[in-house]
């Protein structure tokens, strides 16, 4: 890719400005945000997504420098970010939705087994009854095959 879409490789050394810079962001706070869903440890992730924004903020400051020749010009090149950060939230709150007896069918295991497995599958006893996490299923049955 060219310079202008904000990413040079020179070397083994990948750098990114701009538009790249962004969409690295971006894809570093969606990967953060399932992570949390999934009931995952989300350290590195942060710490990379804290980086990226550090950069982004003085990439946008030194625009702004740039541009402050004249009156209103203290905006950004490249706006506001709508972006933001999840690095100071907590873990996102899943309701768990899948009755145990389909969630057995679908492992093909009988309802004992699935019954033990309830708790790692993001399951919870709601009025007498268990059940278990969609995505944590899913990601579960992909996961062993």
């Keep these: 890719m060219a310079a ?12 990114l400005s701009g538009p790249a810079l962004r969409a690295t962001l971006q894809g570093q706070l969606i990967a953060i945000r399932q992570r949390r869903m999934s009931g995952l440890p989300t350290g590195e992730f942060e710490d990379l997504a804290a980086e990226l924004h550090a950069a982004m903020t003085a990439q946008a400051d030194m625009t702004a420098d740039d541009n402050s ?13 709508d972006m933001r950060l999840l690095l100071a939230g907590h873990p996102v709150p899943v309701e768990p939705t899948v009755p145990l ?8 295991i009988s309802r004992r087994q699935a019954r033990r497995l309830a708790r790692r599958l993001g399951g919870d006893k709601i009025a007498g009854r268990w059940l278990v996490d969609e995505l944590a299923l899913r990601q579960h049955i992909e996961g062993k095959s």
Aim: proline residues 3%; hydrophobic residues 45%.
């Design 69 to 81: 020749a004249g009156p209103g010009n203290g905006m950004a090149a490249n706006g506001h970010s």
């Design 101 to 108: 007896a389909e969630a057995a069918a679908r492992l093909g």
């Design 4 to 15: 202008e879409s904000g990413l040079l490789r020179v070397g083994g050394v990948v750098v």
